[in-house]
């Protein structure tokens, strides 16, 4: 630490008062800075590295700040900004909240084709080249992040939308964001989520002709899938789980817990039990929100995300 730049007292403000968003070029970083910024964040994006100490060394915050970091930054470097990251916790008195907004190749090309922009890490190559090079350069973040945000199957009204539930709070209370998505084995396992749980080994509605057209929100569904001997059993045991891993995450500083919940096709089982672990879990205070991701493939699928209390 330079001697031109000084801890200053912690001010009583949210555990989220800093936050430091990176990720993909493409990922949508704009998005989610200014979703904050509409939460009263104050907002930075691209600051140069060595602004950053300077930055929170003044006087104590009086909101909360999210500052970008982009890989195009002139003063970039992996090493440089995990060092920052430990001197601006050292100054504030506790640790930024690193998010990183995640996003698989194939769908940064799509967006970059559709913009028809050059990545900014090959100016002069294909689009793909900059892609690679930069998942690659900011991998050591990504596995290091607090929070971690797929925003593959996004929306940027769905970005905005996941940003106010996980730092959207108005009382400023500390507590830990849970997020459940059923999914489809078929079309693989969500990525970004903590846990993953099998619900295969229940009784399928889709092979009752009267049941499958419809899907998991449906009473009918949920009674049938209920029915089954093993779902009493497994629910409890599931239930007893989330209530001694939650509690612990949160006194660990986790602020963000995913949970994915998959069957064969994302349609029947796994929507049912995320409809009823958010019932339960809201009830116990957890805010909580939901994502049916393989229902809004389906025609007519909405993007399905609902906050449901908070602790």
């Known amino acids: ?103 698989d190749a194939g769908t940064l090309i799509r967006r970059y084709s ?13 689009p793909q080249v900059g892609i690679d090079r930069e998942i690659s350069l900011l991998a050591p973040l990504r596995a290091r992040a607090d929070v971690l945000i797929d925003t593959g199957a996004l929306t940027p009204h769905d970005l905005r939308a996941e940003m106010e539930r996980l730092f959207g709070q108005e009382d400023g209370a500390e ?55 093993g779902y009493g059993p497994f629910y409890a045991r599931l239930i007893d789980l989330l209530r001694f891993l939650l509690p612990a995450y949160r006194a660990e500083g986790k602020s963000y817990f995913g949970l994915g919940m998959g069957c064969t096709g994302g349609k029947h089982r796994s929507v049912v039990l995320v409809e009823a672990l958010a019932k339960t879990l809201a009830e116990d205070g957890w805010r909580v929100s939901i994502r049916h991701r393989d229902l809004e493939r389906t025609p007519g699928g909405a993007a399905l995300g609902l906050g449901m209390g908070v602790a």
């Not at 200014?34 to 939460?39: G, K, M, P, S």
């Not at 916790?89 to 990183?100: D, K, S």
């Open 1 to 103: 630490m330079t001697d031109a730049v000084r801890p200053r007292e912690a001010a009583n403000t949210s555990a989220h008062d800093i936050v430091i968003m990176t990720g993909p070029a493409g990922a949508g970083r704009s998005t989610a800075i200014r979703a904050l910024e509409d939460l009263g964040f104050e907002a930075i994006d691209n600051l140069p590295l060595s602004f950053l100490p300077r930055l929170f060394a003044g006087p104590p915050l009086t909101r909360p700040v999210v500052v970008g970091v982009d890989a195009r930054n002139r003063e970039f470097a992996i090493d440089r900004l995990t060092a920052l990251l430990e001197e601006i916790a050292g100054l504030v008195g506790r640790a930024p909240t690193l998010v990183y907004l995640d996003c």
């Open 114 to 126: 559709e913009t028809r922009r050059r990545h900014p890490l090959s100016p002069h190559e294909t």
């Open 175 to 229: 507590t830990l964001a849970v997020s459940l998505q059923s999914f489809s084995y078929k079309r693989g396992t969500p990525r970004g989520v903590d846990m993953v749980i099998d619900v295969r080994f229940l009784r399928n509605p889709h092979w009752d002709e009267a049941l499958r057209p419809l899907d998991g929100r449906d009473p009918l569904v949920a009674a049938f899938v209920a029915a089954d001997p």
